[in-house]
Structure formats: structure tokens, C-alpha cells
């Protein structure tokens, strides 16, 4: 216990350090009255609307997203309407931007509530990235419509042909598919692994590009998970903390890869 009447330790930040919170910390009514006593950190807060611009993003999408000619998606009237009509598009345009912006303030006042990153703090990361990537793992592609080049690479392994030679062009009906005409003579720059788990995916879904989408994005999860499972270790191996190792990639990037499930960084 401090003596009475002298000052308590203070970081470099301006906070008071977690040993000496946990030992003789005030309690969250005391921190509440107390004026200049830090505030016990409330990740969820930050959670919670990142959560909701995550939402607002899978909204806009709809309206504003690359959705290849060949989905049934196109045909359903709300979807029509959101694409077509100038409320649909203003609406999905400013739900797609404003919910963007939402989550990477929540990101940013995520790191602010969890400064010193105190106990728990790795679990309220874990929480924020599944929250945050559960609705954009439903979101129509935006951003990039790279996914649609892969699912006619895929294709092309099917047909027996070899995308290190031969563009997504001479395919049937790849313009449907809904990709790039940019990169419609294109060669993969990817390697073989790749290219087998893209057949994979084509074999399953047989080239339907919205399960196609949703199946790359499933396998950009486990890459995810991976990283949500081991950064954390290696990062305590080499003696910094391991929340803050999670907690630093951007929410477009940890959020499961969920709108852009490329090889390459995206974004």
C-alpha cells in the first residue's frame, strides 16, 4: 500500500501499471467517482459497433458489390431494386462507406480500451475478429472481384487445361462467372497449391460462383484461425504480448479475409 498522501506510479502513457492495479486498484464505482482514476477498459463497446458497421457493410454490398451475371441473385426484385434504383444505390453506397469507416474507428478505440493490454485481452480480440467477420463472410465481394479470376482458373484445372499457359478466355461463358475482363488473357501467378485447392473448390461447388465465393472465404478462415491460434504463441515466444500481436492487424485483414480471399494482399 502507498503511504498516505504520496503519489502512485504512472507509466510513460499516463496509466498506472496492472500490478499495481490488481493489488490496490479502486474498484469500478470507485473509478467512476474518483476524478483523473482511469476507467476500467469496456472492449465490447467497440465491439459492438464494429459489429454493426460490419452489418451495414453486408447491406451495401448487396447494392453496390461485384455479383457475377451467373448468380440467381440478380434475378430476386429487392436485389434488382438495390442495384438499379437511385435510393438502392445511395442507400447501399452510404451504408457500405459510413460502416466502413465504423469499423476501423472500432478497431482503433478497440486498441485505446485495451491500452497496457491487461488480462482478457486476447479473448475480447478473438470476440472482435468472429463478430466482425461473421456478416462479411456473407457480403457480395467488394472492393476487388478477383475471387471470380480464381474460380475460372479453377475451371480451366477442371478442363484440363494449364493456366500458366492459357487465360480464363477461352473458357465458355466466363464473362458470367463474373470476372475482370482485365485479366481475361491473364496467366495465374500462382502457385500449384493454389491452383488445386481453386479446382477443389470447382469440383464441389461446379463453378456456382456465389458457393465458389463462399467456399474460398472458408478457406481464407482457416488461414484466419491459424493466425488467431499461433501469433499470439509466437509473439509471447519472443516476449510481447500476445493480444497485442492480434489486436494489430487491421480488421480488413483479420476479419477473415472475408470480402477479398486472395493469395496476395489485397488490402
Request: some cysteine; overall charge positive.
Amino acid at each position: 500500500m502507498a503511504e498516505s498522501g504520496s503519489r502512485p506510479e504512472v507509466t510513460a502513457s499516463g496509466s498506472i501499471p496492472a500490478q499495481r492495479q490488481a493489488a490496490d486498484g479502486p474498484s469500478l464505482a470507485e473509478a467512476r467517482s474518483v476524478p483523473g482514476t482511469p476507467l476500467i477498459p469496456r472492449p465490447y463497446i467497440a465491439i459492438i459497433q464494429g459489429l454493426v458497421g460490419s452489418l451495414m457493410m453486408f447491406v451495401g454490398s448487396i447494392g453496390i458489390g461485384w455479383m457475377a451475371l451467373g448468380s440467381p441473385m440478380v434475378r430476386n426484385p429487392l436485389v434488382i431494386a438495390m442495384r438499379t434504383e437511385g435510393w438502392g444505390i445511395y442507400t447501399s453506397t452510404f451504408l457500405l462507406t459510413f460502416g466502413a469507416m465504423l469499423l476501423m474507428r472500432s478497431w482503433i478505440r478497440l486498441g485505446q480500451r485495451l491500452a497496457g493490454w491487461p488480462e482478457g485481452s486476447l479473448r475480447a480480440v478473438v470476440i472482435a475478429i468472429v463478430a466482425w467477420s461473421s456478416p462479411l463472410f456473407l457480403a457480395v465481394p467488394i472492393f476487388s472481384r478477383d475471387v471470380y479470376a480464381y474460380i475460372g482458373q479453377g475451371r480451366l484445372m477442371d478442363a484440363g487445361e494449364n493456366p500458366y499457359t492459357t487465360g480464363i478466355s477461352t473458357l465458355d461463358n466466363w464473362f458470367m462467372l463474373g470476372a475482370d475482363p482485365a485479366w481475361a488473357e491473364s496467366r495465374t501467378p500462382y502457385g500449384p497449391y493454389f491452383l488445386w485447392l481453386a479446382h477443389l473448390v470447382v469440383k464441389i461447388t461446379d463453378a456456382q460462383p456465389d458457393l465458389s465465393g463462399l467456399l474460398f472465404r472458408a478457406l481464407a478462415c482457416i488461414g484466419v484461425a491459424l493466425c488467431v491460434i499461433y501469433v499470439p504463441k509466437l509473439a509471447e515466444m519472443h516476449g510481447f504480448d500476445g493480444a497485442r500481436a492480434s489486436g494489430s492487424r487491421s480488421p480488413t485483414r483479420c476479419s477473415s479475409s472475408a470480402l477479398w480471399p486472395a493469395p496476395t494482399t489485397t488490402a
